[in-house]
């Protein structure tokens, strides 16, 4: 089979639909493309993010999420502020070049200030050299530019769903989950000039191949610098269990997810790809498998497992009774059995940031400025 004929070119929608109906023995040449366009733009670098799941606190009521407003059977928690300064510590130890700082959708006042002050204590305890990444669904603009000001620099907003209908099927109609306000908070993260990006979940009810590559198409014509996107899981205790028959099975999905990161490479090779836990609950080594399909970033889980395991967005969470320590020498061993090169001490912006913040200067024949004439 001619691999030139099979490997996407105009990343149509009709392209894109065509590989994601396709069977998995076919895929083979997407995945090894997808894995050597990575290798051109990243070599064999892995990025690592120390991944402190801060709190389970929550304002919204997604039908798809286990830490829903309505999930009565959460315990839910907020990390004592020193207890998160210990996690960064550790980070640090550890040589991680960034860290990611997730919670529930959470606006009030005491919220928006202690992630404030652990976004201070970041920057002085590493000099200012580690990454932040924040994961704390929408705020206010105000909210991001303050953030914003003090240090954070990356903020992923997942869409989930860039469908409008889709998105408000596994959404509550109740005003407070809007598409509209939900993609503005995204052209505001990059107005005010965050390394930004998004996600889908993958393999939803109700979802087509059709929806997905129009995900795969919003993300291009976003210009997102970064994408966590993994396949979906379900919760027993949300209103989306009910739809578990439609489901494609795990297997199905894990296919459709790496078949996703890899499109999305060979579309936009210079952005950041995360390899993303819930591959784990499929397969034990899903996210080394979505490294060798186009992803290029992993964020070990440090937080606590007296947290971590009421931090469960759906079943089966992986690893949540292992401490940060065993969890990163374990990764640690894997990727370097893997023959992957870690970016210790790296903050690992994509190359799509840093060319949309700073494009390079025009060559010297471009450049002359041309004056008028003196009348």
Known sequence: MN????????????????WLSMPEE?????????YEKK????GNKVFIRGLIEVSNQCAKNCLYCGIRRENHHVIRYNIPEKEVFQLVDFAVQKGLGSVVI??????????????DRLIRYIMKISNGQMGITLSCGEQTEDTYRRWFENGAHRYLLRIEASNPRLYEQIHPAD??????????????????GYHFGTGVMIGLPFQTPGDLASDLLFMKQLEVDMVGMGPYLEHEHTPLMQYASLLPSPHERFILTLKMIALLRLMMPDINIAATTALQVIYANGRERALTCGANVVMPNITPPLY??????????????????????????????????????SRGDAPHYLNRTHPPLPSSSHTEKKFPEKQ
């Open 102 to 115: 997730q919670s529930g959708e959470i606006t009030s006042k005491e919220f928006i200030t202690s992630i």
């Open 175 to 192: 005003g407070r989950h809007d598409y509209k306000s939900r993609l503005n908070a995204l052209y505001t993260l990059k107005k005010i």
């Open 26 to 34: 076919q895929c083979t040449p997407l995945f090894e493309a997808a």
């Open 39 to 42: 290798k051109q733009y990243f």
């Open 3 to 18: 691999n030139e004929i099979l490997l996407p070119s105009s990343f149509s929608h009709e392209e894109h639909t065509q």
């Open 308 to 345: 971590k395991s009421q931090y469960n967005l759906y079943r089966n969470k992986p690893a949540k009774d292992l401490e940060a320590e065993s969890i990163h020498t374990s990764l640690v061993n894997t990727l370097q059995a893997m023959g992957m090169e870690i970016a210790f001490h």
